[in-house]
Protein backbone atom coordinates (compact mmCIF):
# COMPACT_ATOMS: atom_id res chain seq x y z
CA UNK A 1 0.00 0.00 0.00
CA UNK A 2 1.24 3.79 -0.95
CA UNK A 3 0.36 6.45 0.65
CA UNK A 4 2.27 9.26 -0.70
CA UNK A 5 1.05 9.51 -4.54
CA UNK A 6 -1.69 11.63 -4.50
CA UNK A 7 -3.15 10.14 -7.83
CA UNK A 8 -4.06 7.21 -5.50
CA UNK A 9 -5.44 9.01 -3.25
CA UNK A 10 -9.04 7.57 -4.63
CA UNK A 11 -8.34 4.11 -4.31
CA UNK A 12 -7.12 4.64 -0.93
CA UNK A 13 -10.16 6.59 0.30
CA UNK A 14 -12.25 4.27 -1.15
CA UNK A 15 -10.55 1.20 0.50
CA UNK A 16 -10.70 3.35 4.19
CA UNK A 17 -14.32 4.31 3.93
CA UNK A 18 -13.88 7.95 4.33
CA UNK A 19 -11.11 7.35 7.79
CA UNK A 20 -8.21 9.24 5.17
CA UNK A 21 -9.63 11.89 3.84
CA UNK A 22 -7.71 14.17 1.66
CA UNK A 23 -6.64 16.33 5.01
CA UNK A 24 -5.76 12.74 6.68
CA UNK A 25 -4.15 11.43 4.09
CA UNK A 26 -1.36 14.67 3.42
CA UNK A 27 -1.10 14.63 7.51
CA UNK A 28 -0.05 10.76 7.53
CA UNK A 29 2.13 11.43 4.12
CA UNK A 30 4.07 14.43 6.13
CA UNK A 31 4.28 12.19 9.32
CA UNK A 32 5.86 9.10 7.63
CA UNK A 33 8.26 11.07 5.09
CA UNK A 34 9.32 12.94 8.08
CA UNK A 35 10.39 9.66 10.26
CA UNK A 36 11.19 7.43 7.22
CA UNK A 37 8.83 5.09 7.71
CA UNK A 38 6.46 3.41 4.90
CA UNK A 39 3.07 2.02 5.59
CA UNK A 40 2.69 -1.82 4.92
CA UNK A 41 -0.53 -3.12 5.83
CA UNK A 42 -3.89 -3.08 7.60
CA UNK A 43 -3.67 -4.46 11.02
CA UNK A 44 -7.14 -3.79 12.04
CA UNK A 45 -10.42 -1.71 10.91
CA UNK A 46 -12.31 -0.40 13.56
CA UNK A 47 -15.52 2.25 14.31
CA UNK A 48 -13.15 4.54 15.54
CA UNK A 49 -9.83 4.36 13.86
CA UNK A 50 -7.61 2.15 11.39
CA UNK A 51 -4.16 0.66 12.83
CA UNK A 52 -1.55 -0.12 10.10
CA UNK A 53 1.60 -1.51 10.06
CA UNK A 54 5.20 0.07 8.93
CA UNK A 55 8.70 -0.41 8.28
CA UNK A 56 11.43 2.30 9.36
CA UNK A 57 14.20 3.25 7.45
CA UNK A 58 16.25 0.21 9.47
CA UNK A 59 13.54 -2.38 9.15
CA UNK A 60 12.04 -2.08 12.32
CA UNK A 61 8.44 -2.95 12.41
CA UNK A 62 6.03 0.14 13.95
CA UNK A 63 2.17 0.35 14.29
CA UNK A 64 0.28 3.27 12.69
CA UNK A 65 -2.83 4.50 14.17
CA UNK A 66 -5.32 6.81 12.15
CA UNK A 67 -8.16 8.04 13.78
CA UNK A 68 -11.00 8.58 12.01
CA UNK A 69 -13.03 12.05 11.39
CA UNK A 70 -15.83 11.96 9.24
CA UNK A 71 -16.75 8.67 11.12
CA UNK A 72 -15.76 9.97 14.60
CA UNK A 73 -18.76 9.61 17.49
CA UNK A 74 -18.82 13.45 18.84
CA UNK A 75 -20.76 12.93 21.91
CA UNK A 76 -18.60 9.77 23.21
CA UNK A 77 -15.45 11.56 22.56
CA UNK A 78 -16.59 14.68 24.33
CA UNK A 79 -17.71 12.47 27.43
CA UNK A 80 -14.43 11.76 28.32
CA UNK A 81 -12.54 14.89 26.93
CA UNK A 82 -14.41 17.41 28.75
CA UNK A 83 -13.53 16.59 32.53
CA UNK A 84 -10.23 15.95 31.46
CA UNK A 85 -7.68 18.93 32.85
CA UNK A 86 -5.07 18.60 30.72
CA UNK A 87 -7.20 19.24 28.09
CA UNK A 88 -9.47 22.72 28.17
CA UNK A 89 -11.30 24.95 25.72
CA UNK A 90 -10.54 22.80 22.73
CA UNK A 91 -14.02 23.76 21.40
CA UNK A 92 -16.80 21.45 19.52
CA UNK A 93 -14.73 21.28 16.20
CA UNK A 94 -15.32 17.37 15.14
CA UNK A 95 -11.40 17.41 13.84
CA UNK A 96 -9.57 19.42 16.61
CA UNK A 97 -11.41 17.33 18.95
CA UNK A 98 -10.20 13.85 16.99
CA UNK A 99 -6.61 15.39 17.04
CA UNK A 100 -7.02 16.06 20.96
CA UNK A 101 -8.08 12.34 21.21
CA UNK A 102 -5.17 11.06 19.22
CA UNK A 103 -2.66 13.56 21.46
CA UNK A 104 -4.38 12.44 24.13
CA UNK A 105 -3.40 8.53 23.82
CA UNK A 106 0.20 9.90 23.31
CA UNK A 107 0.70 11.47 26.40
CA UNK A 108 -0.95 8.54 28.35
CA UNK A 109 1.06 5.88 26.34
CA UNK A 110 4.09 8.13 27.58
CA UNK A 111 2.98 8.62 30.72
CA UNK A 112 2.62 5.01 31.21
CA UNK A 113 5.72 3.87 29.61
CA UNK A 114 7.69 6.30 32.05
CA UNK A 115 5.80 4.45 35.06
CA UNK A 116 7.04 0.97 33.92
CA UNK A 117 3.26 -0.12 32.39
CA UNK A 118 3.88 -2.80 29.71
CA UNK A 119 1.89 -0.92 26.86
CA UNK A 120 3.78 0.46 23.37
CA UNK A 121 6.10 3.15 23.22
CA UNK A 122 4.60 5.89 21.53
CA UNK A 123 7.11 7.30 19.03
CA UNK A 124 5.17 10.24 17.05
CA UNK A 125 2.24 11.92 16.47
CA UNK A 126 0.56 14.69 14.40
CA UNK A 127 -3.00 15.77 14.15
CA UNK A 128 -5.03 12.86 14.08
CA UNK A 129 -2.30 10.06 13.51
CA UNK A 130 -0.22 8.06 15.75
CA UNK A 131 2.78 6.25 15.34
CA UNK A 132 4.03 3.54 17.94
CA UNK A 133 6.02 0.28 18.72
CA UNK A 134 4.78 -2.55 17.08
CA UNK A 135 3.65 -5.85 19.65
CA UNK A 136 4.73 -8.76 17.49
CA UNK A 137 6.95 -9.95 14.97
CA UNK A 138 7.21 -9.86 11.18
CA UNK A 139 4.10 -8.24 10.53
CA UNK A 140 1.85 -9.92 12.39
CA UNK A 141 0.69 -8.69 15.38
CA UNK A 142 0.32 -9.98 19.01
CA UNK A 143 -3.05 -11.58 19.68
CA UNK A 144 -5.60 -10.10 22.13
CA UNK A 145 -6.20 -11.65 25.92
CA UNK A 146 -9.87 -12.10 24.03
CA UNK A 147 -7.99 -14.17 21.37
CA UNK A 148 -6.81 -16.58 23.22
CA UNK A 149 -6.81 -19.28 26.74
CA UNK A 150 -3.22 -18.02 28.63
CA UNK A 151 -1.34 -21.15 29.83
CA UNK A 152 -0.77 -19.61 33.36
CA UNK A 153 -3.88 -17.47 33.74
CA UNK A 154 -2.96 -17.24 37.31
CA UNK A 155 0.36 -15.68 36.28
CA UNK A 156 -1.50 -13.40 33.54
CA UNK A 157 -3.81 -11.99 35.77
CA UNK A 158 -1.68 -10.76 38.51
CA UNK A 159 0.50 -9.33 35.60
CA UNK A 160 -2.59 -7.53 34.53
CA UNK A 161 -3.14 -6.47 38.61
CA UNK A 162 0.10 -4.88 38.67
CA UNK A 163 0.57 -3.12 35.85
CA UNK A 164 -3.13 -1.39 36.42
CA UNK A 165 -1.87 -0.70 40.15
CA UNK A 166 1.35 0.93 38.40
CA UNK A 167 -0.61 3.26 36.23
CA UNK A 168 -3.35 4.60 39.13
CA UNK A 169 -0.13 4.80 40.85
CA UNK A 170 0.93 7.37 38.06
CA UNK A 171 -2.48 9.32 37.94
CA UNK A 172 -4.08 7.72 35.36
CA UNK A 173 -7.21 5.25 34.77
CA UNK A 174 -7.03 3.40 31.36
CA UNK A 175 -10.58 3.21 30.70
CA UNK A 176 -11.23 1.04 28.76
CA UNK A 177 -9.63 -1.42 29.89
CA UNK A 178 -10.62 -5.38 28.80
CA UNK A 179 -9.18 -8.34 27.27
CA UNK A 180 -10.20 -7.13 23.96
CA UNK A 181 -7.27 -4.36 25.01
CA UNK A 182 -4.57 -6.03 26.17
CA UNK A 183 -2.15 -8.02 23.94
CA UNK A 184 -0.17 -11.11 24.97
CA UNK A 185 3.12 -11.42 23.19
CA UNK A 186 5.27 -12.84 26.40
CA UNK A 187 3.51 -10.72 28.86
CA UNK A 188 1.31 -8.67 28.19
CA UNK A 189 0.88 -5.06 27.28
CA UNK A 190 -2.10 -2.35 27.50
CA UNK A 191 -3.67 -1.05 24.71
CA UNK A 192 -5.85 1.93 23.60
CA UNK A 193 -4.94 4.55 25.85
CA UNK A 194 -7.45 7.26 24.00
CA UNK A 195 -9.94 6.87 26.35
CA UNK A 196 -7.50 7.75 29.62
CA UNK A 197 -7.89 10.23 31.99
CA UNK A 198 -6.46 11.89 35.00
CA UNK A 199 -7.28 10.84 38.29
CA UNK A 200 -8.98 13.99 38.99
CA UNK A 201 -11.77 13.83 36.17
CA UNK A 202 -14.81 13.33 38.11
CA UNK A 203 -15.67 10.61 35.62
CA UNK A 204 -12.29 8.69 36.71
CA UNK A 205 -13.87 6.19 39.45
CA UNK A 206 -16.13 5.17 37.77
CA UNK A 207 -14.17 4.54 34.58
CA UNK A 208 -12.24 2.06 37.12
CA UNK A 209 -14.37 0.38 38.42
CA UNK A 210 -15.54 -0.48 34.95
CA UNK A 211 -12.39 -1.43 34.06
CA UNK A 212 -11.61 -3.74 36.94
CA UNK A 213 -15.05 -5.51 36.35
CA UNK A 214 -13.92 -6.02 32.77
CA UNK A 215 -10.95 -7.70 33.82
CA UNK A 216 -12.61 -9.81 36.54
CA UNK A 217 -15.15 -11.07 33.91
CA UNK A 218 -12.19 -12.51 31.53
CA UNK A 219 -10.63 -13.82 34.20
CA UNK A 220 -13.08 -15.32 35.89
CA UNK A 221 -14.07 -17.36 33.24
CA UNK A 222 -10.27 -18.88 33.59
CA UNK A 223 -11.07 -20.48 36.91
CA UNK A 224 -8.62 -17.95 38.25
CA UNK A 225 -8.22 -16.92 42.33
CA UNK A 226 -9.55 -13.35 41.92
CA UNK A 227 -9.72 -10.40 43.78
CA UNK A 228 -12.94 -9.23 44.68
CA UNK A 229 -14.05 -6.05 42.49
CA UNK A 230 -14.81 -3.77 45.75
CA UNK A 231 -11.41 -4.64 47.52
CA UNK A 232 -9.54 -3.88 44.57
CA UNK A 233 -11.14 -0.95 43.64
CA UNK A 234 -10.60 0.00 47.21
CA UNK A 235 -7.25 -0.57 47.19
CA UNK A 236 -6.25 1.71 44.38
CA UNK A 237 -8.55 4.46 45.01
CA UNK A 238 -6.23 5.47 47.77
CA UNK A 239 -4.00 6.38 45.04
CA UNK A 240 -6.88 9.10 44.19
CA UNK A 241 -6.35 11.00 47.39
CA UNK A 242 -2.59 11.21 46.83
CA UNK A 243 -2.85 12.96 44.18
Given at each position: ?T???????R???????????E???????Q?L?????T????????????I?S????D??????K??????????????Y????????K?????R?I??????????N???A????????????F??N????????????????????????P?SV?????S???????????H????????LF????????????T??D?????E?L??D??????????LNV?L??????????I??????
Amino acid sequence: MTLARKDESRKEFKIFHGVFDERSMMNLYQLLGKNGITAESIIKEGKESVILSGLTHDKQWVAIKVYCTKACNFKALWKYLMGDPRFKKIGKNIRKIVNVWCQREFKNLRTARWAGVNCPKPLFFRENALIMEFIGENNIAAPRLTDITPEYPNSVYKEVISNLEKLVKAGLVHGDLSAYNILFYDKIYFIDFSHGTTLDNEIAPELLKRDIKNINYYFSKLNVNLIDDEELYNKLIKFFKKK
